[in-house]
């Protein structure tokens, strides 16, 4: 493969893209992100009950021997073991981008 005008190659000959290139890519990221956040608020609204919903189905997938306490509401769970929140996550995302 034969690098752009804009980009280097790496050790395996594929273009790596220049910083601009990658600053724009982390930005379009960043919006989908932002969107997606905006679309569940959405569902959220109309929908009471989807995030019991979201959180039997996300139980019965990553924790099917019922470590986690029932009635305990799975982002405090998380919280109690250092996971930070998707937006503490967002910010550091955009700050790079």
Not at 33 to 48: H, K, Q, V, W
Not at 63 to 80: F, H, N, Q, S, Y
């Amino acid at each position: 493969m034969n690098p752009t005008s804009n980009s280097a190659q790496d050790g395996n000959g594929f273009a790596k893209p220049d910083d601009a290139q990658a600053q724009e890519r982390l930005r379009e990221v960043a919006a989908k992100i932002r969107a997606m956040f905006a679309i569940l608020a959405e569902i959220e609204a109309n929908y009471p009950e989807f995030r019991q919903i979201a959180r039997d189905c996300l139980l019965h997938e990553v924790d099917p021997a019922r470590k986690i306490p029932e009635g305990v509401d799975l982002e405090t769970w998380a919280k109690e073991r250092g996971a930070l929140p998707l937006e503490a996550f967002l910010h550091e995302f955009e700050q790079i981008a």
